[in-house]
């Protein structure tokens, strides 16, 4: 086989995640250590769901990069099957966004729990040359509420480092 | 084994006056006659002043031959209120041949307005004939204007050699 790239580096969640609050921290799962002077592309898909009362909120965050862009796209109301939607959402971070880990989105949640989310695209950037970090995704609930947000097994990044 | 490249764009490149589709700077790679590549391109790109016609356009260019090619795109093609998100943006999927990438055409415009910027994902598959080149990302205003158009820094172009059916 001479196929090139064959992600390498990968992670795929192995186990479903669930949260409560609404205060964005970094998937425990969906985090890269980043290399200094590298530059990086990431495909991540990201299955997710949370009911409609809490909705679901996410973004991206990375530490010492230099530039780059997250493109995402999704269909972020989550609508039910045959119903009007899922609308296809499409959204992108710059780098100033990622590092300082703003403008997040809030998905609307769904209260059919087989009605999930789904998050898919492409990130690319640049790292400094000293004291990168990590590229997360983060994400939480929209507004408190005591049924769980959940992001599933098999959600995953798959990345290149150059 | 063929190693692929991430060309990312350290600087911005800004376009005034003009229609012309020319190679971005920055986003072009060698390809080489006989493979198959796939191809990403993840953009941003704005305007410098309130447009109310299409501002940007683009399209694929290849100076080599080509079998075959197919691709598409997903864009906010709308003003954004704070760059990173809009709740009526529009799905465009663009489907292309060959021939439109070897011809540079058709492109596509959308509208943006001041203060915001866009965003895309432009993949395409292909392969290669029997003369490799140069492949690279052309874009121009859609219409004419002296308010800028820019591509940002930090957009890049993925390029990874790939074995596909003949």
């Known amino acids: 086989m001479t196929l090139s790239a064959l992600w390498t580096n990968k992670i795929y969640k192995t186990g479903d ?3 409560t609050g609404t205060t964005l921290s970094d998937d425990p799962d969906l985090v890269i250590t980043l290399t200094a002077s590298k530059k990086y592309r990431v495909r991540f898909m990201v299955l997710c769901w949370a009911n409609a009362t809490a909705d679901f909120q996410f973004d991206f965050k990375a530490g010492g990069i230099t530039h780059g862009v997250v493109h995402a796209y999704g269909n972020l109301t989550c609508a039910a099957p045959g119903s009007s939607g899922p609308v296809i959402s499409h959204m992108s971070w710059p780098e100033a966004n990622i590092i ?17 989310g789904v998050i898919c695209g492409t990130a690319v ?20 509420n005591v049924t769980a947000a959940k992001v599933y097994t098999g959600s995953h990044f798959l990345w290149e480092e150059f | 084994m063929p190693t692929p490249t991430l060309a990312l764009k ?12 020319a190679d971005d700077p920055d986003l072009t790679a060698t390809l080489t006659a006989g493979a198959c590549y796939e191809i990403e391109c993840v953009l941003r790109w704005g305007n410098s002043a309130t447009v109310t016609v299409p ?14 090619a197919n691709g ?17 943006n529009i799905d465009r999927e663009l489907h292309y041949t060959a021939a439109c990438i070897t011809t540079a055409a058709p492109a596509t415009a959308v509208t943006a307005s001041t203060g915001v ?4 994902i432009l993949r395409c598959w292909l392969k290669v004939g029997d003369t490799g080149g140069t492949f690279s990302l052309q874009w121009a205003q859609g219409t004419s204007s002296v308010n800028q158009t820019t591509v940002y820094a930090g957009s890049g172009l993925y390029v990874c050699e790939r074995q596909f059916g003949s």
Request: aromatic share 14%; no cysteine.
């Open chain 1, 17 to 19: 995640t669930s949260r």
């Open chain 1, 100 to 116: 300082s880990g703003t403008n997040n989105i809030v998905m609307n949640g769904n209260n059919t729990t087989t009605t999930r």
């Open chain 1, 125 to 144: 950037f640049a790292t400094a040359s000293s004291s990168p970090g990590t590229f997360a995704f983060r994400w939480a609930q929209g507004t408190n």
């Open chain 2, 10 to 21: 350290s600087a911005n490149t800004v376009r005034t006056s003009t229609t012309t589709l």
């Open chain 2, 55 to 68: 501002n940007f356009k683009w399209a694929w260019n290849f100076t080599g031959s080509l079998i075959w």
């Open chain 2, 72 to 88: 598409y795109q997903t864009m906010n093609n709308r003003p954004m209120d704070i760059g990173w998100r809009n709740t009526d």
């Open chain 2, 117 to 120: 910027w866009a965003g895309a």
